[in-house]
């Protein structure tokens, strides 16, 4: 099973980005997938995080909400990740994680998630 995500880069701030995951190994359209990050001396943080496909099954951090949006296509096996209104503050590496347990909903821990993907490293200039 392999999480491969790319998209990140450099950007100015006020810009936008579009982060993908693609899952290979294994499908993971019945369970939640998301999206966390780690800035260099912080722990990884909870970004977004959706169960199926469906909008009103979106979580989001109260940091991106109304600025990130998450989606999947199950067809794909991908989750990506819209960021728009770009901060400084949003510089981090990315990852995308997937669970293969409905039990815990749509956690925002990250040890609750069963795959990662290596990361992709986002710059926001000021």
């Not at 190994?25 to 939640?32: D, K, V, W």
């Amino acid at each position: 099973v392999q999480l491969q995500a790319s998209g990140g880069g450099l950007v100015q701030a006020g810009g936008s980005l579009r982060l993908s995951c693609a899952a290979s190994g294994r499908s993971f359209s019945t369970y939640p997938m998301g999206w966390f990050r780690q800035a260099p001396g912080k722990e990884r943080e909870f970004v977004a995080a959706m169960w199926w496909s469906g909008s009103s099954n979106t979580y989001y951090a109260d940091s991106v909400k109304g600025r990130f949006t998450i989606s999947r296509d199950n067809a794909k096996n991908t989750v990506s990740l819209q960021m728009n209104s770009l901060k400084p503050e949003d510089t981090a590496v990315y990852y995308c994680a997937a669970k293969t347990s409905v039990l815990e909903g749509v956690p925002r821990e990250s040890g609750r998630y069963d795959y990662w993907g290596q990361g992709t490293q986002v710059t926001v200039s000021s």
